[in-house]
């Protein structure tokens, strides 16, 4: 079972509007989550980076939330923009160096 | 900075023969490098583990003998596919983690796209 579990699989949304994307692990010990976002044939690049003691992290209009308590993360992208289409994915490193990769969301947004 | 290369972008090539991927650190040394494998509308699994100087570290399932990996330097990791086949098709990405300096962050490649006739 994979220890990273993304919601939606995928989302269409206009132009403009706001979205949020979540994020649930199991990985222990936890060290770190980040999110990716991964243009189609691109490899991913980092958005966002949180460790265990912090609450939020925003990169433009990028806000990724973290609530370790509960291992869930969220990224919410605003006003969002065409550059913004791309499958964005959840990564959570332990507390070994080793990643676990979520399966991604693939946002699609349309004019 | 931190910015990892990937050569070929592109490749096809005939079943049976061999591909040789690179994977480069720009701007940064790194003793450890990563290959993974991503099939469409998957997400990245890792394949091997590259350490500059000695031997890889293989995932459960994959075939060190028919996915080759090279660590010569601490900054070119080379993976080849070896008589490859129709199924080895996919995209294949690195990453390398900064020898000193960087935490466990690892930097990704742009990824190549392998095509097996």
């Known amino acids: 079972k994979n220890q990273v579990e993304q919601s939606p699989q995928s989302l269409i949304i206009l132009e403009g509007k706001n979205c949020t994307l979540q994020c649930n692990y199991t990985v222990s010990p936890f060290s770190n989550l980040r999110w990716y976002k991964q243009d189609t044939g691109r490899g991913p690049v980092s958005l966002t980076i949180m460790t265990f003691s912090e609450n939020t992290k925003s990169n433009g209009r990028y806000t990724a939330t973290l609530d370790a308590d509960t291992k869930q993360s969220s990224l919410h992208i605003t006003a969002s923009q065409l550059s913004d289409s791309a499958s964005y994915i959840c990564v959570v490193t332990d507390s070994w160096g080793k990643l676990q990769f979520g399966a991604g969301t693939q946002v699609v947004v349309t004019p | 900075g931190a910015v990892v290369s990937q050569h070929p972008s592109r490749v096809i090539c005939k079943s049976g023969t061999s591909v040789k991927i690179e994977c480069r650190s720009l701007?940064?040394?790194?003793?450890?490098m990563f290959w993974y494998r991503q099939f469409p509308k998957q997400s990245l699994m890792l394949m091997a583990t590259?350490?500059?100087?000695?031997?890889?570290?293989?995932e459960q399932g994959v075939e060190k003998d028919k996915f080759l990996i090279n660590h010569a330097s601490l900054t070119l990791s080379t993976l080849t596919v070896t008589s490859a086949h129709p199924e080895d098709s996919s995209f294949y990405i690195c990453?390398?983690?900064?020898?000193?300096?960087?935490?466990?962050?690892?930097?990704f490649g742009p990824g190549t796209r392998l095509t097996v006739l």
């Open positions: 590259s350490n500059e100087g000695s031997k890889a570290t293989y």
């Open positions: 990453s390398a983690r900064r020898t000193s300096g960087g935490g466990n962050e690892q930097f």
């Open positions: 701007d940064f040394q790194a003793t450890t």
